[in-house]
């Protein structure tokens, strides 16, 4: 496979939510796997519902998630190339102009409809004279203009599907040009994939028909088509079809919650596979792991509760490079010894901010037995301490008071981390240290 090149292209016309994820990463990652590159294009035509706000939470969305593109365009900066191709395509008579009104369209396909006829456009605008065209104009009525699609059969093998088919002689001539000049998704995109040399276009199978219509488009402006690849949709864990209006879904919603960005990229590329609730430890790991012939036709349910056990599992075995940045942020020093007691424990990162505290102090230390406290305060091995220190001090304890299992451990632990919780104390102790130990033991606020 030559180096490809793959694209994303959101609408911001709103916050991405975990379906978005989902062809975003599958792109990213497949061309992180063929050493390929990634354009992010946003599709931003629609002037009244874009703004320059979501274009930029998008890029954000997109950072958090691990993905940087090669390349960023917005469509609307590149009108003039769509007006070339559009009077291309009119010269070859493939696009012609239409004047009817919504309402008139409505009619006629309930007319079709209740004559047993599929609703398609009828090509009547095909039969309109010179005179009748002017007629139009003068009522002040501006065109809007469709694609002439041939009626004919558009096959291609996909990356997903395998060999895939669509009888274009069953659509309606899609719009392309809205009355007012403005363009609709189909062509802009079309022309921006064959101007930017994208190889690969993988997006979910909601577009399998509209993937008909637009290699129509590439042959009749001379290009090849590109690759497609046609992935099921994501869906929440009981079946409901996601959209920006799901706000728990997006993924700015998400990040909020403290979920690690590696897991919601997993779950969001692997769900439904055996692999989906496997942490793993990058997203070049994850790019060998995503195979787009094995993705199920079926929907893909994504389960939150599925996401926080990830999450969990994801970030227990990161390792301190990964995390060091935001430990920072949290007011937390980076240090290899704190990471490696404290990660097993986390549910979210932000909670190693509590055993922080315990380390560094101060807590108020819970005593239980002040009795049992002085004694084990008294066989509190020497500094410095290290990670036998634990063992030792415990079963010297133990032999001294007779304190087994729960009965001895627990004091130590409520006394030393004012919890009956946490990691293991073998490895907080040696950071606590002996002064702390000591004066906890004690009671006091260390």
Known sequence: MTSPLVRFAPSPTGYLHIGNARPALFNWLFARRHGGRFLLRYDDTDIARSKVEYADAIAEDLGWLGIEPDQVIKQSERLAIYDAAADRLRGAGRLYACYET???LDRRRKRQLARGLPPIYDRAALKLTDEQKAAFAAEGRKPHWRFLLEPREVAWDDLVRGPSHVDCASLSDPVLVREDGSYLYTLPSVVDDIETGVTHVIRGEDHVTNTAVQAQIFEALGASLPTFGHHNLLTTASGEGLSKRLGHLSLRG????GVEALAVATLATLVGTSDAVRPVASLDELAGLVELDHVSRAPAKFDEHELETLSARTLHQLPLAAVEHRLNALGIAAEEAFWQAVRGNLAKLDEAAQWWRVVHGPIEPVIADRDFAVKAAGLLPAAPFDATTWKNWTQAV??????????LFMPLRQALTGLDHGPELAALLPLI??????KRLAGGSA
């Open 102 to 104: 919504a309402d008139e």
């Open 254 to 257: 998400l990040r909020e919650t």
């Open 398 to 407: 133990s032999a001294a008071t007779g304190a087994r299992g729960k009965a």
């Open 433 to 438: 240290g002996r002064e702390k130990t000591l």
